[in-house]
């Protein structure tokens, strides 16, 4: 790993035989000269083909982007690229910029990118942009990470429809956290995933979003389509979900058997009891689960939808690994010690509660 003290002797550095680089040059005040100087010095790694950035806090606007879009369009053989720019002064139009020029490799197996990016001050709307996605079968890994700001007004529909052209994908991380315009085109988003028949690894993370029970269901219409999941991952806390629509999952659970990982996060939402049975009903068509996450707390959901979840979570003899909860203020923490203990009686196979 290459940190910012010892950039001077990278930029002057020459190798032709290094395959893989880190850099970790975070939280150093970095602007877009030094950048521009140390892209130019990459170019110098013929062989480079995995690539770590790590960018993060530092001092960069669209002109450093810029940048990192010309060395990018020259260095079509890299095959994995990992690239953190939060807490930068990128506007829109240049991250738009950078993710249309990475949508166009074909060579990358796996990509990841973080941004939070801050909109300069009396920046001009922006006109509907288009990316444009290339077919890329060699991707099998793929994480975005946008957290924290709006950033975009059509990515995530036109994202929906673009990841159609990664259909060897293996694992795909989507946290679109804080990101409040994303709820109606969760539709999309689920369509597009129902096209990814090679899908193992799935993690969402769709917290604070105003996420409403319909649009969510959309979402789980079309990731039940990908038969071959086996980790899910869904983390949905301070939404508005009501689980009206929760037995959606058990269409997920009849035609994605190979499940044996779940991760369930719907912690402050507006569940009641009456919804949570039919989330109940769905756990128990889950047969092949090994281990189960499930968060409700801050719902509403006394000892009755309590009651219906430990019974339903019972009926999954084969789980080895589970962590629930469902508390709110009204909780009765006896009557949950009560649960749990009728719960570790029924799951002879479980390591840990």
């Known amino acids: 790993m290459i940190s910012f003290r010892s ?7 020459k190798s032709n035989n290094i395959t893989g680089l ?27 083909q ?57 060579n990358l197996n796996s990509l990841k990118i973080q941004a939070n ?13 288009e990316y444009k996605f290339q077919t890329n079968e060699n991707l099998k890994a793929l994480s975005f990470e946008f957290d924290g700001s709006q950033l975009f007004d059509n990515f995530y529909c036109q994202f929906g429809i673009g990841i159609q052209q990664y259909p060897n994908l293996i694992s795909l991380d989507l946290k679109f956290e804080n990101n409040k315009s994303i709820g109606k085109e969760l539709k999309v988003i689920g369509e597009g995933i129902s096209s990814l028949k090679s899908l193992s690894k799935l993690l969402l993370n769709l917290n604070y979003n105003n996420i409403k029970d319909e649009e969510l269901y959309d979402l789980i219409t079309g ?13 949905a806390n301070k939404n508005d979900i009501d689980g009206q629509n929760f037995s959606i999952f058990e269409d997920l659970f009849k035609n994605c058997k190979e499940i044996t990982s779940l991760n369930l996060q719907f912690r ?21 689960l090994k281990s189960i996450n499930l968060n409700l707390d801050g719902n509403y959901i006394q000892t009755i939808g309590y009651s219906i979840i430990i019974t339903s979570l019972a009926l999954c003899l ?24 009728k719960l570790l009686r029924k799951l002879k196979n479980l390591v840990t509660l």
């Not at 040059?25 to 790694?45: E, M, P, R």
């Not at 982007?65 to 053989?77: A, I």
């Open 223 to 235: 990731i039940s389509k990908c038969g071959n999941i086996q980790k899910l991952d869904l983390l």
């Open 7 to 13: 950039y001077k002797k990278f930029i002057q550095a």
């Open 117 to 129: 990016t801050q909109t300069v001050e009396n920046e001009i709307k922006e006109e509907s942009f």
């Open 318 to 341: 084969g789980i080895k690994y589970l962590k629930f909860s469902a508390l709110d203020n009204n909780t009765n923490l006896e009557f949950e010690k009560k649960q749990k203990y």
């Open 50 to 106: 995995f690539l770590n950035i790590d960018l993060s806090n530092n001092q960069i606007t669209q002109e450093g982007v810029s940048y990192l879009c010309h060395f990018l369009e020259q260095k079509k053989n890299l095959q994995q690229l990992t690239l953190n720019l939060c807490g930068n002064q990128v506007n829109k139009k240049s991250f738009q910029d950078l993710l249309s020029c990475l949508f166009c490799y074909t």
């Open 268 to 288: 402050y939402n507006i569940i009641n009891e009456e919804n949570i049975s039919k989330l109940g009903q769905a756990l128990q068509i889950s047969q092949n």
């Open 22 to 48: 880190e850099l970790n040059f975070q939280n150093n005040k970095i602007g877009d000269l030094i950048i521009s100087q140390c892209l130019a010095a990459l170019t110098n790694y013929k062989e480079l």
